[in-house]
C-alpha cells in the first residue's frame, strides 16, 4: 500500500511540475498608465489572434511603476502578444461598432497594423524554461481621427447575355476609413447606429455597377444602356464567435434609375495565413422586380420577333465568394473579392439570357495612413 502511495505522490508531484514550468516573459513596457489594470493576451493561434479573442494565457496586472511586467508558465512555441489598458475595468477590451480596439494595445515586436493583425509579424518564438524580454510601445490604434487609405481599385462584372463575350470592368478611387462607428471600403460605406462590437444596426451604402450597355450583344440593341447608380438601405451585422459572421442588409436604389432593391443574407468565416486575412462567403439574394426586370427582362415596347416581351418578377439568386486583404506592408495591402452569382430560373427563362451565373470580382491596392 505504501508503494502506490508513494507512486501516487511522484505522479502528483510531477503533474505540479508541469504546470508550473514553461518560460518566462518579462515585458518592458515604454509607455505604460500611470495607474490602472494592464490586460496580457499570449496567443499561439493565427485565427484568434486575428479577432483579438480566445487567447492562451491571459493575465491581469495592476500597472507598475518601473514598468516591467513578469509573466510566467508559458508555452514553448511561436507565440504573439497583446497589451491593452482596461481602462473602465470591464475585463474586456473595448471595441468599436466594427470590431477596432477603443482602448489602448501594443503588441509584440511593436507591431502596429492597419487591418486584421497578422500572428506572423508579431510572433516570436519562446523555449521551454528561457526568460524573453519583450519591449512594447502602447498607442491608440484609431488615433484621433480614425485610420485612412487611398489607392485605386477595380469593380467587374462578367456578362450572362445572349451573345455577349464582353466584361464590365470599371476603374474607381479605392478610399478607405475605419473610424469608431464608419466603415468605408471601396465601393461599400457602413455606419454603425445601435449595438455592440458583436451585434449591432447599420446602415449602408454601394455603388452598384450597370449590367450592361446595348451595345454589347445583338440582343440588346434598343434596350439602352444601364445605368450605375447607388444602393442605400440598412443592416445587421452579427460578428459571431471563431470569425464566423452573419451579414443582412436590405438597400434601394435611392436615384432612383431602377426603381427597386435587393436584400441579401451571408455567411461569412474568417481564417488567418501568414499575412494574408481571408475567409470564404455563402449568401442568398432577393431582387425586386423592378431590379430584376431592369437587369433582365424585356419591357412590352421593346419587344421584337427574336426577343419577346419577359417580365421576370422578383426572384433569387445565390452567391459563393472568397476574399481576402494580403498585409504588403504595414502601411500597403492588397485587397481581393470574387464571387460567382448563380441566377434564379426566372433569370435564366429571359430571352435575353445566355449563362446562368455572373462572376464578379473587386480589387484595390491602397496605402493606409
Known sequence: MSVVKCAVGIVVALLCIAR????????????????????FQVYDNPDAFGDFRSPMVETRL????????????????????????????????????????????????NYRPKGPPSFQRASFAVSEDGVHRVDIELYDVLGES???????????????????????????????????????????LRYGLLGSD????????????????????????????????????????????????????????VL??????????????????????????????????????YDFGVPGWAATAVRPAYDVGSTVTVDVGIGGMFEITEHWRMVLNVSAEYLGDEIKASPIVDDGYVFKSFAALTYTF
Not at 227 to 240: F, H, K, P, R, S
Not at 258 to 284: C, R, Y
Open 146 to 188: 480614425g485610420q485612412w487609405g487611398l489607392g485605386i481599385g477595380v469593380i467587374g462584372r462578367s456578362s450572362p447575355y445572349v451573345g455577349s463575350d464582353s466584361s464590365v470592368v470599371q476603374v474607381i478611387p479605392a478610399i478607405t476609413y475605419f473610424g469608431e462607428r464608419l466603415q468605408w471600403v471601396g465601393p461599400s
Open 198 to 253: 458583436r451585434f449591432r444596426l447599420a446602415v449602408n451604402a454601394s455603388y452598384r455597377v450597370g449590367a450592361y450597355e446595348e451595345v454589347d450583344s445583338p440582343i440588346l440593341m434598343g434596350l439602352g444602356d444601364r445605368e450605375n447608380t447607388l444602393m442605400a438601405g440598412v443592416g445587421l451585422v452579427y460578428d459571431g464567435p471563431n470569425r464566423f459572421d452573419v451579414d443582412f442588409r436590405y438597400q434601394h436604389d
Open 20 to 39: 508550473v514550468s514553461g518560460a518566462e516573459l518579462e515585458v518592458q513596457l515604454k509607455n505604460s498608465p500611470l495607474r490602472g489594470v494592464l490586460v
Open 62 to 109: 495592476a500597472v507598475s511603476s518601473n514598468g516591467v511586467y513578469r509573466l510566467d508558465r508559458i508555452p514553448a512555441g511561436d507565440i504573439a502578444l497583446l497589451v491593452y489598458v482596461d481602462e473602465n475595468e470591464n475585463r474586456a477590451l473595448d471595441r468599436t461598432f466594427i470590431g477596432i480596439p477603443k482602448e489602448p494595445i501594443g503588441l509584440s515586436n
Open 256 to 293: 432612383d434609375r431602377i426603381g427597386g432593391g435587393e436584400a441579401q443574407l451571408s455567411l461569412s468565416k474568417g481564417f488567418q495565413t501568414g499575412n494574408l486575412s481571408w475567409g470564404p462567403s455563402i449568401g442568398v439574394n432577393w431582387l425586386s422586380r423592378g431590379l430584376a426586370n
